[in-house]
């Protein structure tokens, strides 16, 4: 018995750890689900409580879908419903819908009744709920004689309504005979069974009649009781009286309530004066979240009822004489609801799988299975089949093993329906996405190729290149289960054809994805940020490379809008020009080049200057600098949890200010600290602060532009908020269990701007999981709670709410934690080894039992350690190592990898949860098999002579197995092409090797690597150096270790920078220094590899020098695998330059060196610098070249590449023309004589002068105006679409960069009656001239032409 007892268990704990990894998700493709044989499945159904409007025909609805196509049969009250006999009864085509029509007679209600449709393929069976269909019913009221109702003044009176029962029951209203709504309130109003109550009477009660109306919703109609007429006994002093209630009766009385649906209680009293009535609910607060008053406080409404609204409600009604209490005792039960709902399984043959169908609800509900509409208990018997409880187990299923399954939860307040299929499926691999794609991709991006496939069983799917080797998954591959393929940084060599094949026992599917890498866009020469005078011109460079196969376009965008290129603006390939700058034309201009693929941009701003002409002083385009601080802060429109605060902006100093950062201080938790509090636009000077509650504040203002930040404006005055409840709920929230027997329940502590008021404090409630016990509960201040004599390692539920003086905060969601874990008893058992190779290990064992763990399951953790190698007189380290594998199969396995070749290992397994584990398993001792050596510990390469190259080596670390020798490649390389590849092989003793050159001027690649009877080992590559380095070369050696050998080739060697101790003043030195060695004893030169690669990820690269500290050589290892400085980029002006560059040493870790290299003579300048990127450097030459690198001070060999700028010119003074003697005068001249001729003008038009226009109005047109003695002209009209000379715009003056030119005011429509401005046959406008100019003169001889100085001229001309 306990064997067996012991035998379910296992299969009970085999049961909750299910892998599900062997169902088949069916893609929604149409081809396959064509194609694939599925048992039915419903669709569309009617509710359950159907209730239909008897004048309609009846429409019971049942849909499925399946394939084949199901056909539908219907049971009516358990029995078989034979539709075909019945004429009223018809089934629409291809569904199960039922229609009953009354047209040629019979009565809807003679089919009310339950009914339940079968849907039915070869596959299965699948069934709807039972909709139970009833007809509408609105019965008339009752004929009755309602005598009056005399009631004593001040006493209390209920009308009863007795609606009639309808179906669904009716809403009911009181109304008068005159259709007038009887008024409610606190005294009046209607119960919710709908009987009108009077707390008291009044005299004015006798006005109305009283009848109380039902309306049916399905039938719209409204039936009317009949009136109730009352009379009041009035009386000269009506007596008070305490509260009595008139619903509910006694002291107490109870109510039931169903999970999620609302509850409503109803307390409703009499007496004089009219009582108030309070709620509350004993041993806890009523949820504010879900509760709702109606009624003046006699109904309280919970919605979403739930396990925490059961308890005692008492309501309290309350007048002056005193209070009376009632006691409701809600209890809340629940129809069944799912905790997991059956889904579909697709199942290949073979495989293995699981329905689980878990509900809950109160009480408990039972569950119940049926296969194809039968209890599976009256079933056929199914082998690959095993019921336990809520769970069916499939184990080995076949392709007859297709059916649908019902499951059935149900208790006293319900039921619920579910089914779901299990489909046992074959089918061949297919590819589903679309056939040859072609994927651009752009270099050291990282990119998928997708290849979607279906079959059953799931079929493996491998990838391969250009047809060849291996399948594609490792290095920088990385193939998922998908399908999907992952490059992670695709290089030029990447390109080709890559197949996807699917197979499986059924057969084969692949396809072809067609890869090309193209070059990155990029923008070469970056537009800079220039300061343009008003007038001139300003050109922006923009030099852009991209792969010449792809289409690129390069456009501009000014303030992120498009620029509409026309007359004044010019783009060409590589720039863009505006010329005439002005006020306008200020502003961001962006320079974007767009592939296909990928697209680069970068921007630089145009700032405007003032005319030199005008301003001297600000000729010169000054550079931008910090904006000054705000001023004048002020504080108005106060509330409970805002304020405004308006500043009056500083000088921008030629750089607009981008945004505003408004920065607060507090005087409670942090006086003197300020802390930011939000951004706003550069272009806002006024805003509304949201503020916290119970904060004494003091703000302010920091103005920023491109350059940086200004300083802080003064503080504003104090600004005080009032206190608040919490808002916040505590976050953190969890339990864990310290010790075995507790939980410690925790949260972080609300921050100090979260506490709304004065004592804040947290209420902690908590309770085991899937009880129905009550909540406990806790307050308290600090952030802690630990409960103690607990079960070990048991679920609690758990929540929180903050509190303060001012009220409670909400309450947090329900929380799970747990209690304390303890040490595992049980052991894995028969741990055991298979498929032993050089470096991997097959490992098996017997899992334990879930009880054992005694907590959460982490892992087994597998203990294993090198007990010795094979090879003799090896020197290795026996360190313990561990690996983990979370697995909860019933069969648990995994693979130990990372082993050494030749070595005898042993190993044991324990069981781990979060704080221990258990105790070991048998101790397995076992050999792994012999492998390829390490590459050889060194290699270096000596130039001896003119003719000759000698080398040396040692033998490899780990061997690996027992060393036959060492094999040498070895080939001319000159340049690209390499000569033939030679091969030399040596004795395991054979250390050195010496090659005659025939050519002393050819170079080398070497391969050197160690052999055992497996084969050669890793690869250690080596290339000779120059001829002309030779002598410096002599005493050199380098050793430089790749992990890839196709890598070997790729590498040039170069020398490193040295690492330099230079002492420089601030002016810029010549090229003699004093350069100190990083070793005292050793001087020598370090070969590195030089390579291009991403700045996170670099090729495993060793770089050592002979001779070299330990210390050193760890350093020299650490950047060669990780430590890089890139992206250098210069904004330089005439004497300074602001440098940035993108690094990834950790913060705080290294100092950087500036090198700056005058091109002209060749002096250096370093600054050292210990901040972060971008750095502003002074004291530059005007309009000279220089050489920049960054490099790192502790890590002199980590530098970036070179990059070379110019500084701008410094602008020289010159002669200007609006400083000279002899323009001021002129100008000085001709400003007097203007002015003597409006003087002039006004004077003559004061006299009344007349422009005698009509006498040469038969004049021919000439093409130009002319000019009569007497001071008159005439308009000529020279084409249609010209205007007169006022409408041309004032030369010299400039249009924006949009274009507009705003006419002039002074148009000839002015001078015409009506507005019409029409011209004569002729040509002229003279008629209309002299009307309007009469008319000037009787209304005051005033002028009507502009006053604008160019008018002025022309009536002197």
């Known amino acids: 018995m306990m064997r067996r007892g012991s035998h379910w268990a296992l299969a009970f704990m085999s049961l909750l750890l299910w892998r599900q990894s062997a169902t088949i998700e069916v893609p929604n493709d149409p081809k396959i689900l064509a194609d694939l044989k599925q048992p039915p499945t419903i669709t569309k159904q009617s509710v359950k409580d159907y209730i239909v409007d008897p004048r309609d025909n009846i429409i019971i609805e049942c849909e499925a879908k399946g394939n084949p196509v199901p056909t539908f049969s219907w049971r009516r009250n358990g029995k078989f419903f034979n539709t075909v006999k019945d004429l009223r009864v018809t089934m629409r085509k291809r569904s199960g819908t039922l229609e009953i029509g009354f047209r040629n007679g019979g009565r809807p209600e003679d089919y009310e009744g339950e009914y339940q449709c079968f849907a039915t393929n070869d596959h299965g069976v699948a069934m709807s709920n039972k909709i139970l269909l009833r007809v509408s019913k609105a019965p008339l009221w009752p004929k009755e004689v309602l005598e009056p109702v005399v009631v004593s003044e001040g006493s209390s009176l209920v009308l009863p309504c007795n609606p009639p029962p309808g179906l669904p029951p009716p809403f009911t209203f009181w109304m008068s005979s005159m259709m007038i709504p009887i008024r409610q309130d606190k005294r009046v109003s209607m119960g919710l069974n709908g009987d009108m109550y009077f707390s008291n009477v009044v005299a004015q009660d006798a006005q109305n009649d009283y009848s109380c109306n039902a309306r049916f919703l399905f039938t719209h109609t409204i039936q009317q009781k009949n009136p109730f007429t009352l009379k009041v006994l009035t009386s000269r002093k009506v007596a008070e009286s305490t509260p009595t209630f008139l619903t509910p009766s006694g002291s107490e009385s109870s109510k039931m309530v169903l999970r999620d649906q609302q509850l409503l209680l109803e307390c409703i009293a009499a007496g004089l004066p009219t009582p108030a009535i309070k709620w509350f609910k004993k041993g806890g607060d009523l949820p504010a979240q879900k509760v709702k008053f109606e009624n003046y406080n006699k109904t309280m409404k919970i919605v979403a009822v739930s396990e925490e609204d059961t308890g005692e409600y008492v309501c309290m009604a309350t007048n002056h004489l005193g209070s009376i209490r009632h006691s409701i005792f809600v209890q809340v039960k629940a129809a069944p609801y799912w905790l997991d709902k059956p889904t579909n399984l697709v199942l290949a043959p073979e495989a293995n799988g699981r329905l689980v169908c878990r509900a809950n609800g109160n009480p408990k509900p039972s569950i119940r299975w049926l296969v194809n509409g039968i209890p599976i208990n009256s079933s056929l018997p199914d082998p690959s089949r095993q019921l336990m409880g809520d769970t069916i187990i499939f184990r080995s299923v076949q392709m007859g093993s297709s059916a649908v399954y019902q499951c059935n939860a149900s208790n006293q307040h319900g039921y619920l329906l579910a089914n779901a299929f299990v489909s046992v499926i074959d089918m061949r691999p297919r590819i589903l996405g679309p ?65 996807c094949v699917a197979s499986s026992i059924l057969g084969m599917a692949e396809n072809q994805v067609r890869l090309e890498v193209k070059e990155p866009s990029r923008i070469v020469g970056a537009p800079e940020h220039q300061s343009a005078i008003r007038g001139s011109t300003a050109r922006f460079d923009c030099k852009v490379k991209f792969d010449p196969s792809l289409a690129a376009t390069v456009t501009w965008t000014k303030d992120d809008k498009p620029i509409h290129l026309g007359w004044r603006l010019r783009k060409d390939e590589e720039s863009l020009t505006v010329p005439n700058v002005n006020e306008g034309d200020e502003g961001t201009y962006t320079c974007t080049v767009e592939t296909e693929i990928d697209r680069d941009s970068a921007s630089a701003r145009l700032t405007v200057l003032e005319e030199a002409s005008l301003n001297p002083s600000l000729s010169s385009a000054l550079p931008p600098d910090l904006p000054d601080p705000p001023m004048d802060l002020e504080l108005s429109d106060p509330a409970a949890r805002s304020v405004r605060l308006t500043w009056i902006p500083g000088n921008d100093h030629r750089s607009p200010v981008t945004e505003f950062l408004v920065q607060f201080v507090e005087d409670r938790w942090e006086p003197g600290r300020w802390q930011d509090l939000a951004t706003y636009p550069g272009d806002l000077n006024s805003v509304i602060l949201q503020l916290a509650p119970f904060v004494n504040y003091q703000f302010r203002v920091i103005a920023i532009n491109q350059v940086g930040r200004s300083a802080a ?220 050596p390490d590459a050889p510990s060194f290699f270096r390469i000596k130039r001896r002579g003119l003719d000759s190259i000698h080398l040396e080596w040692d033998k490899p670390l780990e061997p690996n197995g027992l060393l036959i020798g060492y094999q040498l490649k070895y080939q001319t390389a000159n340049g690209s092409r390499e000569g033939r590849p030679r091969v030399e092989t040596f004795l395991p003793n054979v250390t050195e090797f010496t090659l005659r050159l025939p050519d002393r001027s050819s170079r080398y690649n070497f391969y050197l690597s160690a052999l055992t009877q497996v084969g050669a080992g890793e690869v250690f590559a080596e290339e000779s150096p120059f001829f002309g380095n030779e002598e410096n070369f002599t005493d050199a050696t380098g050793l430089v270790e790749l992990t890839d050998a196709s890598l070997a080739s790729a590498f040039t060697l170069t020398p490193p920078p040295t690492p330099t101790t230079i002492s420089t003043s601030p002016s810029t030195l010549p090229m003699s220094t004093t350069i100190e060695a990083t070793t005292p004893t050793t001087t020598s030169t370090t070969a590195t590899t030089s390579i291009e690669a991403d700045p996170t990820t670099l090729p495993s690269v060793l770089v050592i020098n002979k001779n070299i500290d330990k210390n050193v050589l760890d350093t020299h290892y650490a950047v060669a695998h990780g430590r890089e400085i890139w992206n250098v980029t210069v904004e330089h002006n005439s004497n300074y330059a602001n440098v940035s560059w993108r690094h990834n040493f950790p913060a705080g870790s290294s100092e950087f060196v500036l090198e700056f290299t005058l091109d002209r003579d060749k002096t250096m300048k370093t600054v ?103 001071g008159s002209f005439e308009y000529q009209n020279q084409n249609k679409n010209s205007s007169d000379e006022d409408n041309k715009p004032l030369q010299g003056s400039q249009t924006s960069l949009e274009g507009n030119v705003k006419e002039s005011d002074d148009s000839l429509v002015d001078y015409g009656e009506g507005g019409d401005g029409q011209f004569n046959e002729d040509g002229s406008f003279i008629g209309q001239y002299t009307v309007k100019k009469d008319k000037d003169e009787t209304e005051g001889n005033e002028s009507s032409e502009a006053t604008s100085p160019v008018n002025a001229i022309y009536s002197l001309a």
């Open 1168 to 1270: 050292p610098v210990s901040q972060q990127p971008p750095i502003t450097v002074a004291d530059l030459m005007a309009g000279a070249k220089y050489h920049l690198r960054v490099y790192s001070h502790e890590l002199s060999n980590v530098t970036s590449k070179s990059v070379t700028f110019e500084t701008k010119q410094a602008y020289i003074d010159q002669v200007d023309i609006a400083t000279q003697g002899w323009f001021i005068g002129l100008m000085c001249a001709i400003a007097l004589i203007i002015l003597i001729l409006l003087i002039v003008c006004f004077i003559k038009r004061s006299r009344g002068g007349k422009y005698p226009v009509r006498d040469k109005k038969d004049l021919p047109l000439d093409s130009v105006d002319h000019k009569d003695p007497d």
């Open 713 to 932: 404006s003064r503080p504003s005055p104090q600004y005080q908020t009032s206190s608040a409840a919490p808002d916040v709920i505590p976050r953190g929230l969890r339990g864990w269990g310290s010790q075995k027997d507790n939980m410690e329940i925790t949260w972080e502590p609300l921050l100090d701007l979260e506490k709304n008021g004065p004592n804040l404090h947290y209420a902690v409630w908590w309770r085991r999981k899937d009880s129905d016990a009550e909540w406990s509960n806790v307050t308290t201040t600090g952030t802690k709670h630990v409960v103690h004599n607990t079960q070990t390692y048991v679920a609690y539920e758990m929540k929180i709410q903050a509190r303060n003086d001012l009220g409670a905060g909400p309450e947090s969601n329900v929380v799970i934690g747990h209690s304390g874990e303890d040490r595992p008893t049980g052991a894995p058992t028969e741990l055991r080894l298979s498929k032993v190779d050089s470096t991997k290990a097959n490992v098996h064992w017997k899992p334990v039992k879930q009880e054992s763990v005694r907590g959460e399951f982490k892992e087994y953790r597998l203990h294993y350690w090198r007990e010795a190698s094979h090879v003799p007189a090896l020197v290795f380290s026996k360190e313990n190592k561990t690996k983990g594998f979370y697995t909860t199969v019933a069969e648990p396995s995994g693979i130990l990898s990372d082993l050494v070749p030749f070595s005898r290992y042993k190993m044991f397994m324990v069981v781990a949860n979060n704080g221990y584990q258990g105790p070991p398993s048998n101790t397995v001792e076992f050999s792994t098999k012999e492998g390829v």
């Open 435 to 499: 056939k040859n794609q072609l994927i651009k991709v752009i270099e050291n991006n990282r990119t998928f190729l997708d290849c979607p496939f279906f079959g059953s069983p799931i079929p493996d799917l491998r990838w391969f290149k250009n047809g060849q080797g291996s399948g594609l998954d490792g290095g920088h591959y990385r193939a998922y289960v998908n399908g999907s393929l992952e490059i992670q940084r695709a290089r030029a060599q990447d390109e080709g054809t890559y197949t």
